[in-house]
């Protein structure tokens, strides 16, 4: 399983990516291989600002529909439009173009809330 050690993650098997206030944010490959072939990412929040644990959008594999939670607060700048005509892209490269939103961090200290690559191997078993 890849859990890459410079990325922060949640309980709710979000990943995220910091590049100054700009958070890039997916789910994680022990997600997509929990939820299966993923169909659809649905995210209708660009440009709102939404509070951390706030549901951004949701997910939908052949078996089961999930939301998904903001990690961070801040205004959502970004969604990655090209999940649209290819949602597989989740499932094939979670870190890479699988990539589902950015958004503006109001409150740059709720990243220390989030999990280390560690913490998140234990919380999965790993």
Do not use: C
């Not at 993923?38 to 939301?67: M, N, P, R």
């Not at 090209?82 to 589902?100: A, F, I, Q, R």
């Amino acid at each position: 399983m890849n859990i890459p050690s410079d990325l922060k993650y949640t309980r709710d098997h979000e990943w995220v990516r910091v590049n100054g206030k700009i958070a890039t944010i997916g789910i994680t490959d022990f997600a997509q291989g929990e939820l299966g072939d993923i169909v659809y990412v649905e995210v209708e929040t660009v440009d709102e600002t939404l509070d951390q644990e706030e549901v951004f959008g949701t997910v939908e594999a052949v078996k089961t529909v999930s939301d998904l939670f903001l990690p961070v607060s801040g205004t959502i700048v970004e969604f990655n439009t090209s999940l649209e005509d290819e949602p597989e892209k989740v499932n094939t490269d979670p870190y890479g173009e699988g990539w589902m939103i950015r958004v503006e961090m109001n409150d740059l200290s709720q990243l220390e809330d989030l999990l280390s690559d560690t913490a998140y191997k234990e919380l999965i078993g790993g």
